[in-house]
Antibody, heavy 123, light 107 residues
Framework: EAQLVESGGGLVQPGKSLRLSCAAS????????MHWVRQAPGKGLEWVAG????????AYADSVKGRVTISRDNAKNSLYLQMNSLRAEDTAFYYC????????????????WGRGTMVTVSS | DIQMTQSPSSLSASVGDRVTITCRTS??????LIWYQQKPGKAPDLLIY???SLHSGVPSRFSGSGSGTDFTLTISSLQPEDFATYYC?????????FGPGTKVDIK
């Protein structure tokens, strides 16, 4: 069964950094683009970042551009999100999601989602 | 960036009702329109991709239509398990924006 499991969330002070991880299993991880999507408490979904199958294509939401880096290690079936200069508005549940396609150009739908990891930015 | 709007923002309906949710994009996106269902405390589930293609395992009472800038999600006969929030998303160009959501609750 295809599965995504996020980790690395927690309470962090404003201005600090955090690295989220997502472990994939049950499907050929290196065939597909991957994404991070977040959801602030009681709010809607916000796409954060995406990466193509071979890391050649990366894209970011304007709200995180310059502060966040998405990466992947296909040998380890893992996706990462390095978040720097964290702000209170970054507080959210962060989901890892699998794309139906391999590239970000004309991306496909997100067909597999993890359960998410909570990031709280507060002093 | 492509802006997304959904209407209504919420609706109350009864089991058996036909429900229609609309999604509009600020720019042409061809058919790169996705629909998700999210229940409280859960990750979203994929319902429809490419505007009208039903994802594997999704009941046939769900259907999607539209292209260009105007899209519709229809639930032909609302079931108890369908009470949830529904989001559209465009995957035509990054950033891959989501709509604000439509909450469907019990009348």
């Amino acid at each position: 069964e295809a599965q995504l499991v996020e980790s690395g969330g927690g309470l962090v002070q404003p201005g600090k950094s955090l690295r989220l991880s997502c472990a994939a299993s049950g499907f050929p991880f290196d065939d597909y683009a991957m994404h991070w999507v977040r959801q602030a408490p009681g709010k809607g979904l916000e796409w954060v970042a995406g990466i193509s199958w071979e890391s050649g294509g990366r894209a970011y939401a304007d709200s995180v551009k310059g502060r966040v880096t998405i990466s992947r290690d296909n040998a380890k079936n893992s996706l990462y999100l390095q978040m720097n200069s964290l702000r209170a508005e970054d507080t959210a549940f962060y989901y890892c999601a699998k794309d139906m396609w391999s590239n970000l150009d004309g991306s496909g739908a997100f067909d597999i989602w993890g359960r998410g990891t909570m990031v709280t930015v507060s002093s | 960036d492509i802006q997304m709007t959904q209407s209504p923002s919420s609706l109350s309906a009864s089991v058996g009702d036909r429900v229609t949710i609309t999604c509009r994009t600020s720019q042409f996106i061809n058919s790169y329109l996705i629909w998700y269902q999210q229940k409280p405390g859960k990750a979203p589930d994929l319902l429809i991709y490419s505007a009208s293609s039903l994802h594997s395992g999704v009941p046939s009472r769900f259907s999607g239509s539209g292209s260009g800038t105007d899209f519709t999600l229809t639930i032909s006969s609302l079931q108890p398990e369908d009470f949830a929030t529904y989001y559209c998303q465009q995957t035509y160009s990054a950033p891959f924006t989501f709509g604000p959501g439509t909450k469907v609750d019990i009348k």
